[in-house]
């Protein structure tokens, strides 16, 4: 509010080092929360997930099922949901 942001984008990284550390179980330190929500979204999505027979476009499906994810908690935060018809 107080920045004036109109737009934003919320994006990922396909080959992303962090995606492919949830496989591995490397995640400790400050990355281990991160980590653990990509955990979660692959196994609300696991049968999706492991239809894919390619690593690296499993990952990237990975990739972009976050994102999604990440867009949906964006817009749920209060100061976005205050917004909310005030468009012009």
Request: charged content about 40%.
């Amino acid at each position: 509010e107080k920045l004036k942001v109109k737009h934003f984008h919320v994006c990922g990284d396909n080959g992303c080092g962090r995606i492919k550390a949830t496989k591995e179980e490397t995640g400790i330190g400050k990355n281990k929360p991160w980590l653990q929500i990509i955990k979660d979204i692959y196994r609300i999505h696991k049968k999706e997930l492991e239809r894919i027979k390619s690593e690296e476009k499993r990952y990237d499906r990975l990739v972009e099922l976050n994102v999604i994810e990440q867009t949906e908690n964006v817009m749920k935060m209060d100061c976005v949901q205050a917004l909310k018809g005030t468009e012009k």
